[in-house]
């Protein structure tokens, strides 16, 4: 049979879901190991005895509860069914067919993915050599028909981020009425150096077309509720709130997002250990002989080439899941010290295999 679906539509990939296997360590998908904190679990339990009723669409409590913590008004902010339906949302509200859409590459695949459900155009600048964002490169590709640039950082797959200064020369570059989404999916991860360090959301108060994307799927240990955030000017808000999706961030998630944002101090304590297993791990795999990223988020980047899949299928048969992009690369979630082992044991029988 043919249907009447949108020819264009044939080209993108069809979706595959990763394998996982009963036992297996899957470090795939940059999850946190440790489940809800008890107070995180209550919530949940207390929202579920009121499934009957829809959600609250405008995600009241949880927005005004961002809007504190964040310093940032409420009509800054609009909440979705993880910050992945706000990805495509930009894209819907500022672009359609004949428009680009600017974003580095390789980079996370939900851009090129949603921008072309859009009918737009991606426009994928290539990283530098170190896997970072080339955002000198991106500022040349701006042209008459860009209308939405992301800018990936901490970078997914690689886990590198931009500097400072370099952002804020891209920024300067960028015309005032395109928006600029920095997508900080990781932000909790990072620790720059004093003199490296910059804040979005301080960014944004110079820079009012920047849009800062932040999740409770990472640090915040809720990736399977479904909850991210975007902190944008209320002319943006405005426009994505009509792209909501009505109820789509439903009143459990509500719930345990404002749990956690309640319990922050516990949750983002629990990066600092991450933080310390991801530089022990990265100089590891550099001893043992592997090109490794810098990586300031809660995964590491090995640039495997033509190795990765192969590497990925063995680290499988040894009962470790990882997520490689063929010919490029491998992305390998750093968790605790005993799981991270068995994948370094896995990583050092690879060399010597
Ligand atoms: C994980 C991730 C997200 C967050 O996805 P959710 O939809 O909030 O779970 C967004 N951007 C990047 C780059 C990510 O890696």
Known sequence: MTFRIRSDLDSLPVYVPGKTFPGALKLASNEVTHGPLPAVAEAIAQAAAGVNR?????????????????????????????????????????????????????????????????????VQVPLTGDAVYDLDAMADAITERTRLIFVCNPNNPTGTVVSAQTLRRFLERVPDDLLVVLDEAYYEYMRLSPGHAYDALELRREFPNLVVLRTFSKAYGLAGLRVGYAVAHSEVIVALGKAHLP???????????????????????????????????????????????????????????DDAVPFAAAAAEAGVILRPFAGDGVRVTVTHREENNVFLAFARKWRTR
């Open 54 to 122: 829809y959600p609250d669409n405008a995600a009241v409590a949880l927005t005004e509860e961002l809007a504190k913590t964040l310093g940032v008004t409420p009509a800054e902010v609009q909440v979705g069914c993880g910050s992945v339906t706000l990805c495509q949302n930009l894209i819907t509200v500022t672009s359609g067919p004949g428009d680009e859409v600017l974003f580095g590459w390789r980079s996370f695949e939900t851009y090129p993915l949603a921008t072309r459900i859009a009918g737009a155009t991606p």
């Open 247 to 305: 109820f789509s961030v439903n009143s459990v998630a509500q719930a345990a997002a404002v749990a956690a944002l309640g319990a922050q101090n516990q949750l983002l304590a629990r990066t600092d250990a991450v933080v310390a297993e991801r530089d022990r791990v990265t100089s590891e795999l550099r001893t043992l002989g592997y090109a490794v990223a810098d990586s300031q988020a809660n995964f590491v980047w090995l640039m495997l080439g």
